[in-house]
């Protein structure tokens, strides 16, 4: 590379990761001078997408990809494989970053939810509530005045409370004003309002409402069958979109920088990074949990079943691409299962292929075991591969150290999560929130080609 390393910046990034590369873009945007390094020779540390032959490659060693499956440079398959909310704050970041015009975005078919053993369509409107077949007639007329209070509900209009406080009012509490039953609750809170535990049941119902209100004004943007978004060529197309930003801004990027060491002073605070022989200084460090093991900890593991398939997932309405949430309970399990599908419809597969993940948060040693209630949802598979990642989070005082370490990806296919770990970075790295009111009739996605 000619840059010279030696060089002051604000800021060193280390990972071309989604986090990492939102981070040096909207950094860049801000003015700070941003160094953005990766020990790979691809984008995406992690949150990379693969083609045929390199998938074959990590999971199969030096055998062939069956010719069968079609071309190799045909298939993007997310190793991180997660939607995004058509009106979520994912999109609201692509927007205020002005990303959208390097991506192309196309609604996701279908959003559903298992119970009982069956998988069903996520009513999340009052319509939908009277004719959804997951409930009996009489928790049907309750769960759909339930949804009317949640439409209504404007936080800064009293008029809409119905005379409750939802800051002190705890999601518990306001679902048993509508005595909705057990199963009920389990897809509102996980398949609507997108929570992996129950544990939002003790916390102030706000949030739990915000979440769900999320969820309808997704899905009435653009009239789709769910309210997730998903970008033409898979995912890999976002740290990409983020890298041009950056560059745009001055930003500088170097892949394929084998050794990132990481340089602190007397009093531990990051002050550079040394590659090469050569010594990048800088104020602040943002990293993945790869570039610094001793600053994090392991907290689980995800673990997840790829597949490839030559039909949609059963009982989804022939969907070309979708996501399935299996609530934990329903499994028995601590943590909710997923499933995702994506395929030509999306261009990350040839025609007539589809790209299939089961993942969740693995709770034993035996990962084909637990994966089974979601991998027997699938039907047939060409191919699959079974794999676990460790999860880890920082334990390091970045006030003390520079250090602004993300947290690994979870298993969840909706980027809820992802996006509050980045926001949180940027505003512990600069001090500020990031603004998220946007005018989203910015961005468009095509839900018809």
């Not at 945007?29 to 941003?34: A, I, Q, R, Y």
């Amino acid at each position: 590379s000619t840059i010279k390393m030696d060089e002051d910046y604000d800021v060193i990034v280390l990972g071309t990761g989604l986090k990492e590369c939102i981070l040096s873009g909207l950094l860049s945007v801000d003015g700070l001078k941003v160094l953005h390094m990766d020990k790979n020779d691809y984008y995406g540390g992690d949150s990379c997408s693969l083609s045929l032959n390199q998938l074959w490659k990590r999971f199969r060693g030096d055998d062939q990809p069956p010719e069968q499956l079609g071309a190799s440079r045909e298939y993007n398959v997310d190793m991180v494989p997660k939607f995004m909310m058509a009106n979520g704050a994912l999109v609201r970041v692509l927007i205020h970053a002005n990303v959208t015009k390097y991506l192309n975005f196309k609604a996701v078919d279908g959003s559903f939810v298992y119970n009982k053993g069956k998988i069903y369509k996520v009513p999340a409107t009052d319509v939908e509530a009277l004719k959804s077949s997951l409930m009996g007639l009489f928790e049907k007329r309750r769960v759909r005045n339930f949804f009317i209070f949640v439409q209504d509900f404007e936080e800064n209009d009293p008029n809409t409370h119905k005379g409750m406080d939802l800051q002190t009012l705890t999601a518990k509490q306001l679902i048993a004003k509508y005595e909705l039953e057990d199963d009920t609750i389990d897809f509102i809170g996980h398949a609507l309002a997108l929570y992996s535990d129950g544990s939002y049941l003790e916390q102030p119902a706000i949030d739990f409402v915000k979440r769900m209100k999320l969820y309808a004004e997704s899905l009435a943007r653009f009239q789709a069958g769910s309210p997730y978004i998903y970008p033409l060529y898979g995912l890999g197309e976002l740290p990409q979109a983020f890298a041009r930003l950056s560059a745009v801004y001055g930003g500088t990027y170097m892949l394929n920088k084998t050794e990132c060491k990481v340089e602190f002073d007397g009093d531990g605070k990051a002050i550079g990074v040394t590659s090469e022989g050569e010594t990048a200084k800088c104020k602040k460090l943002v990293c993945d949990p790869s570039y610094l093991p001793d600053k994090v900890k392991k907290v689980g593991k995800v673990v997840r079943a790829m597949c490839i398939m030559s039909h949609p997932i059963p009982e989804t309405s022939d969907s070309h691409s979708a996501q399935v949430i299996l609530p934990q309970k329903q499994l028995g399990r601590k943590s909710d299962m997923y499933l995702f599908c994506c395929s030509y419809a999306h261009n990350v597969a040839p025609k007539g292929k589809y790209i299939a993940f089961v993942l969740t948060e693995g709770e034993s040693d035996n990962p084909e075991e637990e994966l089974k209630p979601g991998v027997e949802l699938l039907g047939g598979v060409d191919e699959i591969f079974y794999e676990s990642y460790d999860r880890f989070v920082p334990t390091n005082d970045s006030v003390a150290d520079n250090c602004f370490i993300s947290k690994s990806y979870d298993a969840s296919t909706h980027f809820e999560s992802t996006v509050l770990d980045v926001l949180e970075l940027y505003t512990k790295i600069t001090g500020k929130v990031l603004d998220l009111s946007v005018d989203l009739s910015a961005a468009s996605a095509g839900s018809d080609h």
